[in-house]
Nanobody, 124 residues
Framework: QAQIVESGGGLVQPGESVTLSCTASGAIYSAIGWFRQAPGKEREGLSS?????????YYVDSVKGRFTMSIDNVKNTVYLQLNSLKPEDTAVYYCAGSTWSIGWGVVEEEFDYWGQGTQVTVSS
């Protein structure tokens, strides 16, 4: 049974960093993506790693240079490091897996398995 589990959220102060973890199991995933949903806003894609195309990593412009995705193949875990956090980064962060080929980007409709989300709150 396919399963996606995120962890690592919490309360952090502005300027600090936090690393989120995503463990994917039970399926052969061609890609993993990170998304977030802030209060009152639609869910937005942040980053993706495309295993079917050499592990290419994509970032949306708004987080490029601040967020870093990495992978531990032994642990089947993908990480998203969030640096220089701002209050506007406060959101529920979701990890999702895709079992088919995705395009260059991080499009919600291309991901078929989702985690439950982990809350990141940036506040002093």
């Amino acid at each position: 049974q396919a399963q996606i589990v995120e962890s690592g959220g919490g309360l952090v102060q502005p300027g600090e960093s936090v690393t989120l973890s995503c463990t994917a199991s039970g399926a052969i995933y061609s890609a993993i993506g990170w998304f977030r949903q802030a209060p009152g806003k639609e869910r937005e894609g942040l980053s993706s790693i495309d295993f079917a195309h050499g592990g290419n990593i994509y970032y949306v412009d708004s987080v490029k240079g601040r967020f870093t995705m990495s992978i531990d193949n032994v642990k089947n875990t993908v990480y998203l490091q969030l640096n220089s956090l701002k209050p506007e980064d406060t959101a529920v962060y979701y990890c999702a897996g895709s079992t088919w080929s995705i395009g260059w980007g991080v499009v919600e409709e291309e991901f078929d398995y989702w985690g439950q989300g982990t809350q990141v709150t940036v506040s002093s």
